[in-house]
């Protein structure tokens, strides 16, 4: 018999000094007082839900089955936009539906729009879902609630778009989809269909062949390399990639063989 | 019977990178080491007892009564300031004698001056009482300790100034008293105080009326509305009011009939 | 009878933002679900093992015996550098072997290399071992491991350089060891080696005498006291003193009898 795994994460783009993430740890702590609390983080820069998707996608399934990851980069509280719990993997996420779950909806998973007040907090203020809505919905569900009591199914939930990978012949494009905090340049194209000895190359600058570790180049150099998600990265040993090439999200990767 | 709901939160202006944070952890690992410890932040710009004070003040009353919340913001330390406890609606609040506790000590409330070494760690140095005295303190507190205790009761507390609310004729005036992560100008104006159909004007500048959301202006927009602790805001959508307006913390506002 | 203290604490450089501190949290809360975790800091700057020892050590101690404590400041990751646990005080530390364990490798200690795959993720990244390999390790030692079953005995551990400390005559001569959040200059001179009455100074700047507390200078004046930690800082009250006075880290510092 395991110890118990359930727990609760948030990724806001609150930052903290206002203590707007710590009134969510306030309902959270009235609600589910025994459920342990994770900051994964709240400094997604504000309203960059391309960013804080990567994040989240980055940890959720690291936890374990029964962990509720709440999401909360939200440009448009107030407005049209609905919200949403995705069931996936046997973890859970709550977020407003915006695309802050998109690399989940990806994968198999069953999608709920929240749609009940009886859950949230009374009254719901226009500016402030992640204390009102997105916390009580998670208390509730990491509590042991039923995921069919927060709302009816949704089968069109909002899909951000994500730029295209394509194979063609010896090589294979794809995009920066994130730079991460050392400067390093994430792309979307997964090392196991790239071909061994192909060269990495941003329009028709040579960034260099595929290598292993940052240790294959010298201090201050370019590296091109797997990262940690199986991912191509192109990274620089002791140094900030993004600002030696000056590359910025979006920006086209090629892998081609030499 | 509900669960335990008793568990401690740290608000200081110490950021993490140092370890002072993580020092103040320590003791209440040591010493209270069954009570679950929340960072609503380390992240007060330094020195900044009214940013500290708002932001405590958001989520005092969202944490469940028996909440032990800490608030080092701390210029005055090792000189002659007090520091103090104070219960207020269950909750109990524990930090500089400097108006960090302000919003709370402006209710109902017992105040009690820290004034018992034998709770302190030892020796106490004359830089880090959050380490010291704070975190010891509210270990104490929070595993149970009597409130009085710690000292003896205080009925001078050092008060805040607060800038005033002034309502006359079809007009209320009051000023921008926070400025959030996101530039939203968060003013002392009670949202229940303004008549329907109200402009807010900056000195001889229109910042258009009252509305209900973010989503009732164009993106880049000013909007004024009811923030999510039921004062009036002055916003922008999906951008910084804070940067757009150029109007710093203390500046006036009026809202007047239109 | 106390109640279990065991716990882990996190000090990286990774900055929050990317999710890859929170991937760190996922391998804990799978393997080692009911031991509480603290962000002791994920700011350290990038690849600042210097900053990173500092900050591990002003907490080191201060949590009880049988806490975990996880560093990861490694930019020689996926390279030939070796991982090490180490046991001081009753404290483990857990982290690469590139000094950022230095102040706990100075006291006695048992040290031994990280070198049993069973024990990590499955596969092991090249650019990512605070998730692969140091969390799974942290979350296997805080669950009760054997600390021998991590790896073999390390005699040979790195030891980071550590600037002199050189008393002659009336003076000692040290260095500034880390400057903090608030532009305090942490010196290597410990406050009892100083003599009463003793001057600071910076190359033939006279920083002043060594003082009891900040309320002994006036706002924005410097003033040199003791710090928490026991070394002798120079400060400013209510200022930064690595401002005023443009010094960095390495600065030479000497305390003179008048």
Chains 1, 2, 3 share one sequence.
């Not at 206002?18 to 994964?40: C, E, F, K, Q």
């Not at 993004?242 to 990767?253: H, P, Q, T, V």
Request: hydrophobic residues 45%; aromatic residues 6%; negative net charge.
């Amino acid at each position: 018999m395991r110890e118990p795994t359930r727990r609760i994460t948030l990724l806001t783009d609150f930052g903290t000094s206002d203590g707007y993430a710590a009134a969510m740890h306030g309902v959270l702590a009235d609600r589910a007082p025994s459920v342990p609390v994770i900051d994964a983080t709240h400094d997604i820069p504000p309203g960059d839900v391309i960013a804080g998707a990567a994040a989240l996608a980055r940890y959720w399934d690291v936890f374990p089955a029964g962990t509720v990851h709440v999401g909360v980069v939200d440009p448009g509280v107030g407005g049209q936009r609905r919200a949403i719990v995705l069931e996936s993997d046997g973890r859970i996420g709550v977020a407003p539906d915006n695309g802050l779950l998109e690399p989940m909806l990806a994968r198999a998973g069953e999608c709920r729009r929240i749609a009940n007040p009886d859950l949230y907090r009374d009254p719901v203020s226009n500016t402030f879902h992640g204390r009102d809505i997105f916390a009580p919905v998670a208390a509730y569900l990491a509590a042991g609630g039923l995921i069919d009591r927060v709302g009816p199914l949704l089968d069109d939930p909002f899909r951000l778009p994500t730029p295209p990978v394509v194979l063609a012949g010896g090589t294979i494009d794809g995009s920066i989809v994130h730079i991460d905090h050392f400067g390093n340049l994430v792309t979307n194209i997964p090392a196991d269909r790239v071909r061994a000895g192909s060269i990495a190359w941003h329009r028709d600058r040579d960034l260099g062949p595929l290598r292993t570790t940052y240790a294959d180049v010298e201090p201050g150099e370019i590296v091109v390399l797997v990262g940690s998600s199986g991912f191509v990265e192109i990274s620089a040993r002791d140094a900030s990639a993004a600002a030696i090439l000056d590359i910025e999200r979006g920006a086209k990767i090629r892998l081609a063989e030499r």
